[in-house]
């Protein structure tokens, strides 16, 4: 059970020689967070922490992570039983509705997903609208805000339970299809509409190439397992922080797919596969590579490593490399980036400018170079990032409105000029 004792202690803290008690909100796992709550209104100082690098957002029972272990776990549920035992509608319930579904719930669930699997007609015509080039991404983004006017009872989905759930099961549901159709629209294919008789998973291949392989099925369900939630990151605090505006679901999904798709964050996907091409493609020299990452007059980082919050590995990482090969050696694919990552890996990992700051492979490493095998264009794995992440950003959303959070409206300290007198143009 989830184990919040909230204000079991207290820090204290001088500001302007005056003592200040703050209350200290111990976790499940006894991390600490100093509730500053109270700390404007009482002393007139905000904290100032770019990039929120110390800052807890709110309070979560979805997913906790021990980045200094490696530890990832959903609703108290290891990542790694996850993957390797669950499908990944399970997960998408135990994250939304907090346990482990019985056979039956998860046969209504599932159920009540696929009664949405054909998203509206209109979507196709939205996407043959935009311009070529558009990228996946952002036909995502627009496809997503787009939903509140096919919907338009979403609009205030918070008022009703019924309304709410039909809306969650709603973009669960049209979330394969219109990835598919992104993809069919980028590739200049027809669309396929979605059969009905095929599972979640496999009907997003199926519209996506018009054919299913189990192999390829089986494979792509565990990559969305390890993608399905990761806390407060960019993508999920921006679903969370546009949705405390009180603004509609689908709006704040899009806001957060937004977020997700910088090469920082999910982006990291596709740049790691176009950075592994490029080493290839200029004789596999990965030191050079390695030396343009720790040059700091170099923009240039390499891509995949790193983790705000894991020092240690990425579980998920560890997952994905064993798989990669699994997946590979299955569908007798044979790519030489593989290798050329594993060997950039290995000496990354023993370079101490890499060991020093703690910087491992993070998810996005490796499952590129399966996504590839699996057949799936390039441009098109950021969007598989979003279809394994939509689970825990509704769950994020659903959590935020459920726990009446306030609108998020962080304070600033002004460092601009001083009031000045304003001159008229001509005496300028
Ligand atoms: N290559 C080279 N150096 C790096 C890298 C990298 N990939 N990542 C971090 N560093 C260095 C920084 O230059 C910095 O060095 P310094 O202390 O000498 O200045 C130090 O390590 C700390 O880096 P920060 O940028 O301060 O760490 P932060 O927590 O802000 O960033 C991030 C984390 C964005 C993931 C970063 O490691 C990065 O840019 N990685 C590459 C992009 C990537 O793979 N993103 C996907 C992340 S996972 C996800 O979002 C799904």
Known sequence: MPNTKEFDNTVNIGIESSPLDLPVITGTYDEKGIDISKLLA???????????????????TITYIDGDKGVLEHRG????????????????????????????????????????????????????????????????SAIFASLSGFYP?????????????????????????????????????????????????ENFLYMMSGKVDPVVADALDTLLILHADHEQNCSASTV???????????????????????????????????MLEAI?????????YLDKAKDKNDPFRLMGFGHRVYKNHDPRAKVIKRYADVVLDKLEVEDPVLSIAKGLERAALN?????DRKLFPNVDFYSGIIYRALGIPV??????FAL??????????KEMREGNEPIGRPRQIYTGHDTRPYIPIGDR
Not at 388 to 397: D, F, M, S, V
């Open 42 to 60: 009482k002393t007139g100082h905000v904290t100032l922490d770019i990039g929120f690098k110390n800052t807890g957002s709110t309070t979560s």
């Open 77 to 140: 549920y290891r990542i790694e039983d996850l993957a390797s035992e669950a499908s990944f509608l399970e997960v998408c319930f135990l994250l939304l509705k907090e346990h482990l579904p019985k056979r039956a719930e998860l046969d209504e669930f599932v159920g009540s997903v696929q009664d949405y699997i054909t998203p509206p007609a209109g979507i196709k015509a939205i996407l043959d609208a935009m311009p070529d080039d558009t990228h996946p991404m952002g036909m995502l």
């Open 153 to 201: 009872e979403s609009l205030d989905s918070w008022t009703s339970e019924e309304v709410r759930w039909r809306t969650i099961y709603r973009l669960l549901g049209h979330m394969p299809g219109i990835c598919a159709y992104i993809h069919r629209r980028k590739a200049n294919l027809e669309y396929i509409d979605p059969n009905p008789s095929l599972g979640y998973v």
């Open 240 to 274: 969370r922080f546009v949705g405390s505006s009180q603004v509609n679901l689908f709006a704040s999904i899009s806001a957060g797919n937004s977020a997700l798709w910088g090469p920082l964050h999910g982006g990291a996907n596709q740049a790691v596969l176009e």
């Open 280 to 288: 290839k493609n200029d004789g596999g020299d990965t030191d050079k």
């Open 351 to 355: 370079d101490p400018y890499f060991s």
């Open 379 to 384: 441009d098109m794995f950021t969007v598989m």
């Open 388 to 397: 394994g992440r939509l689970p825990g950003w509704i769950a994020q959303w």
